[in-house]
């Protein structure tokens, strides 16, 4: 069973958000609150494949339950809810690790399209996590990419990625020198349906310099190639 669960703190919209994903076949679990999700999280002991999170709650809010939530597992699926007006929100949503936003309203068209494809993301990665006989690799001095245990070493130590970083990062590893525009990555990685725009391409490039580059602000791997997008050097 694909397992959701939802934090929101106006029932309305979680009720609505609940309907939608159980009549597409997820199991779904509601919090009221950030301090709720996280005590239901802990509960269940992560057995979840995506999390959304309202950033707007009492007690905790959804930016420091992303924080959290994304210290204990690289892999669990997170989508920020977010108004119109919180526009530097969803970059600090992505910065701290989730993997989408959706700004209300939405249709329940948006959310399932976003609800899928971060889930295909995360079966994908459990799947390909599984052991194997033979580890493919792929090997860009000082970097090695794990392609079977999902991992990413630099000079030999381990670089912890979420899930959306490492597909991006093996996107750029299968194609190194070639430019690649923002939407040759949000169809690769995000999927063709993705409603969102291209900005969430850019926070995760930023947050993978971050990880990555001696100097992020001085990229010599992930560089910018102006009116294109990017490319691995």
């Known amino acids: 069973m694909k397992k959701v669960l939802i934090a929101e703190d106006e029932s309305a919209i ?12 997820y199991e779904v679990t509601e919090a009221c609150d950030g301090q709720q999700a996280l005590m239901l999280y802990n509960e269940k002991e992560g ?61 329940p068209s948006e959310l399932m399209a976003r609800v899928d494809s971060v889930y295909r993301r995360v079966a994908m990665n459990t799947q390909q996590s599984r052991p194997q006989e033979k580890s493919d690799k792929i090997v860009l001095e000082p970097f090695e990419l ?14 912890e990625l979420t899930q959306v970083e490492f597909q991006i990062i093996e996107f750029f590893f299968s194609n190194p020198g070639k430019a690649l525009s923002r939407t040759d990555i949000l169809k ?11 900005k969430v ?5 930023r947050r993978l310099r971050m990880k990555i580059e001696d100097e992020p602000s001085i990229p010599k791997h992930l560089v910018t190639v102006w009116g294109m997008g990017y490319k691995w050097c």
Do not use: H
């Open 14 to 25: 979680r009720e609505i958000i609940a309907i939608t994903l159980k009549r597409a076949g």
């Open 47 to 107: 057995d979840f494949d995506v999390v959304l999170l309202d950033i707007m709650m009492p007690n905790v809010d959804g930016l420091e339950v992303c924080k959290r939530l994304r210290a204990v597992s690289g892999t669990v699926g997170i989508i920020m809810l977010t108004a119109k007006t919180q526009e530097m929100d969803k970059v600090s949503g992505l910065l701290m690790g989730a993997d989408d936003y959706i700004t209300k309203p939405f249709s």
């Open 146 to 159: 794990n392609l079977r245990n999902r991992a990413l070493f630099k000079n030999g130590a381990p670089i």
């Open 188 to 198: 690769k990685v995000w999927g063709e349906s993705y409603f969102g725009d291209e």
């Open 201 to 205: 391409v850019d926070v995760n490039i």
